[in-house]
């Protein structure tokens, strides 16, 4: 009986959102509510049910605001930075542009903004090559492979916190699998390239796949020279800046002077990050001591700051900062109500429960539970910090229990989470509302299921090698 109550919150939390019945505000409002006779029954004796429900809320809340402020910023950052698409910009689809469209530009826009905002320029992207249909929806859900680190990666950086881990060593484990699928989405790709009527030739394959080979192997090295949060944007953005180079070399000064303004932004962000995170001991909010402060370095006060100077220099700058804070109200609230959801979980005790009663109704198969768990919570939750603060303290707790290395667990959580994340539910929605051509989000996933499949072999076969 008290195992069916504590597992009542996550399965409600799914059903509500895998049937559309309710999105995702009122999904975890109602997880909440059925939470309560769990958590209540799972304190430890002498516990107060109130102090408790106070103080995890209040933990909650101080954690939630850290990828809040990350989000929010994005997005102003995007309102600052974008333009409106030229006229006559119509170009030949081609597999490098696609390739370039898709798992550079749009990945590394992803890694700056965050919010699926990679797979909607991609898309834009492929429409102006005249791409449409299902092919083109998975094709710009591609640019959403490296989400652990999508918006400087504040989901990331939650689940670490959750966890109670250093956020740069978890984000260095989940590299390791996101190093493995990157190469292999090549494949993927040239996939729905023939399915949309583009031919790959095999000189292109082995030119890509050297591309992609260079991406996963800068994402490793960044973590041992940057802060995490820049590892995507490096990663990407130097091939990206190369292969540009080569489709669209600048032409005379005017061109140079474009290129210019449109790089200077994301280079500006880059070395804000760097040069903030260069600076040890910076003064720290910390209201809890157990729990990681928010420092004046922190990637949210960055992105804001450097948004807010872009912003003052535009005209229009307050109307698009008013728009991109209407925006972000809902993913806001829903992400402050996720982790005070995880937090409840996590202190009452629930999470272990069922991480210990998963671990030993499935014996030695626990730990290859941990790879399909993380891909369905992405797949629902629709974001890295809405998956990581509904599973990851169960995963940890299960890896835990299973005797698996303390990062393994939470990093394939990780990796598996963000990636079931770009091809949620909510995600796919999008792309299907933004193709407007009668394309389903069943056709879109048929497509992805080989990047799918490629998600839970990686993370098997780095249980069965690992633990």
């Known amino acids: 009986m008290i195992l069916a109550l504590q597992a009542l919150p996550l399965l409600l939390l799914v059903a509500l959102l895998v049937s559309g019945r309710a999105g995702p505000v009122p999904a975890v409002l109602a997880a909440l509510l059925a939470a309560l006779p769990a958590v209540l029954l799972t304190l430890p004796d002498g516990a107060a049910p109130a102090g408790f429900l106070a103080e995890e809320t ?3 809340a101080f954690l939630a605001l850290k990828p809040i402020g990350v989000v929010v910023g994005g997005l102003l950052f995007h309102a600052a ?11 030949v689809a081609t597999p490098r542009r696609i390739l370039v469209a898709t798992l550079l530009a749009g990945a590394f826009l992803e890694s700056v903004t965050g919010f699926a905002v990679g797979a909607v320029f991609a898309l834009a992207a492929l429409r102006g090559m005249g791409l ?9 859900l591609l640019s959403l492979s490296l989400v652990p680190w999508g918006g400087l990666g504040p989901g990331t950086a939650l689940g670490a916190a959750l966890v109670g881990l250093p956020a740069q060593a978890v984000a260095f484990a989940t590299a390791w699998p996101n190093a493995v699928w990157y190469p ?6 040239w996939r729905l390239c023939a399915a949309a009527g583009i031919a790959v030739p095999p000189a ?7 591309v992609l080979c260079g991406v996963a192997a800068l994402l490793l090295l960044c973590h041992a020279l940057f802060p995490f949060e820049a590892a995507g944007i490096v990663a990407t953005g130097v091939p990206l800046l190369l292969l540009l180079w080569r489709l669209d070399p600048p032409q005379g000064a005017a061109g140079w002077r ?12 880059t070395v804000a990050l760097l040069t903030a995170r260069a600076w040890a001991g910076a003064p720290a909010w910390t209201p809890f001591a157990d729990l990681p402060g928010l420092p004046l370095t922190h990637v949210a006060i960055i992105l804001w700051l450097v948004a807010a100077a872009l912003l003052l220099r535009l005209p ?3 109307a698009r900062a008013r728009g991109a804070l209407l925006r972000a109200r809902r993913p806001a609230l829903a992400m402050l109500l996720y982790v005070i959801l995880a937090r409840w979980l996590a202190g009452s005790g629930v999470a272990g429960s069922l991480a210990e ?35 990851m303290t169960v995963q940890a707790a299960l890896g835990r229990a299973a005797a698996l290395p303390e990062l393994l667990a939470p990093a394939l959580h990780n990796f598996a989470g963000a990636a079931g994340a770009g091809m949620s539910f909510a995600v796919t929605a999008m792309i299907c509302g933004l193709l407007a051509d009668g394309t389903r989000p069943a056709q879109i996933w048929r497509m992805l299921l080989p990047s799918m499949a490629l998600v839970l072999v990686i993370g098997w076969l780095a249980v069965a090698v690992a633990g």
């Open 357 to 391: 009663a998963l671990a030993g109704a499935l014996g030695p198969l626990a730990p290859y539970a941990v790879p399909p768990l993380g891909l369905a919570s992405g797949m629902v939750t629709g974001s890295n910090v809405g998956s990581n603060a509904a599973l």
């Open 81 to 91: 930075v974008q333009r409106a698409p030229a006229e006559g910009s119509a170009v």
């Open 58 to 60: 209040l933990r909650g």
């Open 316 to 318: 229009d700058g307050p």
């Open 184 to 189: 292999l989405l090549g494949p993927v790709l």
């Open 132 to 140: 449409r249909g299902a092919p083109a929806g998975a094709m710009a």
């Open 204 to 210: 292109e394959r082995l030119a890509q796949m050297l």
């Open 258 to 269: 474009a290129a210019i303004r449109t790089l200077a932004p994301y280079a500006g962000l």
